[in-house]
């Protein structure tokens, strides 16, 4: 789950919702900026279903009593998270080769300074998976596979600048994560600067260097769970209970 915590609530997103969102923005990159038009649909797909894993761990928040608020994603209690992150690779790796691909990738990016034994265990499984799909795919470009895993964690991070941030807030009031442009995004950039993104008002979103081959928009659907209900209730019934709405932002040069 993605929250955002404000004065009475908790805006809460659920990772797949989030994840389809990436898609959305990602397939409409200027081809331009790609050395082929290769496994393009592929990468797409990646992108709307990186956070497929997710979907059986945010059915049912659960709360963090040492933080006060429900558990998110970058917290989330490590072995479930490691084991639903397998199952869900798994998945992807049914349906498409070249997706299960970048999404470990991916995935294996969150730990790749972790000492932990049980994320070196993850790590190492997934060099496994890794491995094998390499040899199923013939003549793999590895060039272009690296500008696909840059723009799938592009198109990740673009969705959580819209769900990590209250729509419309200055450019020095954003989540620190992106303040200063987004990671491995120079190759991007006419002026090999990391791309940086701000809000124009509360729906409308650019860039400094637009990556996109035209304006579009997409669609946040999000909860806001209301702290005193939270309190009545417990996270799990206050969540079911609320309203699912939405937000509407377009993407524009």
Request: with cysteine.
């Amino acid at each position: 789950m993605i929250i955002r915590e404000t004065v009475d609530s908790f805006i809460m997103i659920k990772q797949h919702d989030h994840a389809y969102i990436s898609g959305e923005t990602i397939k409409h990159v200027n081809r331009n900026l790609l050395k082929s038009d290769l496994f393009f649909d592929d990468f797409v797909y990646a992108s709307h279903q990186h956070d497929r894993s997710w979907i059986g761990l945010d059915e049912t928040p659960i709360w963090n009593d040492a933080k006060q608020i429900p558990f998110t994603f970058s917290d989330y209690p490590l072995l479930p998270k490691l084991a639903f992150y397998q199952i869900g690779l798994d998945e992807i790796k049914e349906a498409n080769l070249y997706a299960a691909l970048l999404c470990s990738l991916h995935f294996c990016s969150f730990f790749a300074k972790s000492k932990d034994p049980d994320c070196l265990q993850f790590l190492q499984d997934e060099a496994s998976r890794q491995k094998k799909i390499r040899k199923e795919l013939p003549k793999l470009d590895e060039e272009l596979l690296i500008q696909h895993f840059q723009l799938l964690q592009l198109s990740d991070n673009l969705s959580l600048y819209f769900c990590l941030n209250e729509p419309g807030v200055d450019k020095e009031s954003e989540h620190p994560w992106f303040r200063d442009g987004f990671k491995n995004t120079e190759s991007f950039h006419p002026g090999n600067h990391k791309l940086l993104a701000r809000w124009v008002n509360e729906h409308e979103v650019t860039f400094d260097a637009y990556p996109f081959e035209t304006d579009f928009h997409v669609t946040l659907p999000y909860k806001k769970v209301d702290k005193a209900t939270i309190r009545k209730l417990g996270i799990a019934e206050a969540y079911g209970e609320s309203k699912l709405e939405e937000h509407s932002i377009l993407i524009r040069k």
